[in-house]
DNA sequence: TATCGAATTTAACCATGGTTAAATCTTACC
DNA sequence: GGTAAGATTTAACCATGGTTAAATTCGATA
């Protein structure tokens, strides 16, 4: 007979694996064991064997060869702790002075330390946030996040008025380069030339920036809506 | 050929078996195999065999059938996780409301998780703070601490005028006594008369309260100078 | 449709940190 | 100074989460 596990008792790596999970099924599901054993720095023997043990943990739903998917209750996990490194990170830098090429390391050790209790509160001392530092949305705490697909700044023709949403947060140096460039959330861009090697030419408050793809693909804007946008430019 | 392990590489484990034999150690050393057992819940074999480890990395020394003393680098440790431990509580309670009674359980989680650029960061929010929410000492970075022995309540005579500076945080429900009877750190406390069974009826804020053991032995003060000492009551 | 290369799984192994039960050491007491 | 009780260590075991190397499966292509 199996106790019914209602509580929290999930370790860090399973909490680390069903997180990466989550992440790489909004690019391809079912997730294979190479993608998801690239993405932890892992072997691909060592995701194999785990992903056998969350699918008997009901985690995910796991078809050796072809891959897998999450379950209800592997979802809400790793919702809760996407949750928890996205309102860790949105602390840090409202309420601790981190930068936002610095939250990222730091949230990734504190997810897995705190508890309800502490999430609640610095909710709360937050003001209820929606996005973290770099855009991305918190996940609600009963489970709901709204997720919308951007497009990035890479996809934008030139003559574009746009502003910045959300920026991929994995790299550091990419993050510093933005800020360098005064590129930060909500930032309006014009992007006055496309090159024939996918540069950019854009302007950012009256200075012009040529952006390259590893750059432009990780900023992420909507169209600035024609009231919005400055007459002069367009 | 073993490679000299110079940065943090302590896992979690060996930072609370440091921690809890530099506790110890302050009551009794050498740190019998049992004791420290009972204050980790979990078995004397266990602890044995962990102590053989912590010997052989010369983070203590270790006779065994005979105990264990740390050694510089394993105090150095130990210090560190108690400064991490100390200073977070300090930050849970000052910028995050939480209550003294609260603070340690989520410390003991957090004080593994942090990084150095963390802690710096909260002891200067905090103002370099001197002690955690029960008065206990921080130690310093650079791994100083000043520890001194104080008398608790329960050694104090009728007609002692005191002021609380330490209370023991092992207890929260000592603490939430402690709390509803508005006994704070440096509140000031008159002790009127000693009981026969050691208990005491002490003045706090003008108001009578009998205080027993458990709870006399928990508080820490030190004597009012004169000056200090309201002259009523004396 | 057979085959070959890449992806995946299995097998054998390791370290960490725990368990219980049995053996052994210490020490206090007669 | 011998002995028995209690503390401690050893031995055998377990779970978790990794590793590398060998075997197996999948699926694209000839």
């Known amino acids: 007979m199996v106790k019914f596990d209602s509580g929290r008792a999930t370790s860090q790596a399973v909490e680390d694996y069903l997180k990466a999970i989550y992440k790489l099924q909004s690019v391809t599901a079912p997730v294979t064991t190479s993608a998801l054993a690239e993405k932890l720095g892992i072997s691909a023997a060592a995701a194999t064997k785990m992903l056998k043990q969350l699918d008997g943990m009901r985690l995910i739903s796991y078809v050796p060869y072809h891959g897998a998917n999450l379950t209800d209750a592997g979802r809400r996990i790793a919702l809760e702790v996407i949750r928890h490194h996205r309102l860790i990170e949105q602390y840090l830098h409202q309420?601790?002075?981190?930068?936002?090429?610095?939250?990222?390391?730091?949230?990734?050790?504190?997810?897995?330390?705190?508890?309800?209790?502490?999430?609640?509160?610095?909710?709360?001392?937050?003001?209820?946030?929606?996005?973290?530092?770099?855009?991305?949305?918190?996940?609600?705490?009963?489970?709901?996040?709204?997720?919308?697909?951007?497009?990035?700044?890479?996809?934008?023709?030139?003559?574009?008025?746009?502003?910045?949403e959300r920026v991929r947060d994995t790299d550091p140096a990419v993050l510093r380069d933005l800020t360098q460039r005064q590129m930060g959330l909500h930032t309006q861009i014009f992007v006055s030339d496309r090159h024939s090697d996918n540069s950019?030419?854009?302007?950012?408050?009256?200075?012009?920036?040529?952006?390259h793809e590893p750059i432009s693909a990780s900023v992420f804007v909507t169209p600035l809506t024609a009231d919005q946008a400055p007459a002069n430019h367009g």
Do not use: N
């Open 200 to 211: 950019l030419t854009i302007l950012v408050a009256g200075t012009p920036h040529l952006v």
């Open 95 to 164: 309420a601790m002075g981190y930068a936002w090429d610095q939250v990222d390391a730091e949230a990734e050790k504190l997810e897995h330390a705190i508890s309800e209790e502490f999430e609640a509160r610095i909710d709360e001392l937050l003001g209820y946030p929606e996005t973290c530092p770099h855009g991305d949305p918190i996940p609600r705490a009963d489970g709901v996040l709204v997720d919308e697909r951007l497009q990035t700044l890479g996809e934008c023709a030139a003559g574009d008025w746009v502003r910045i």
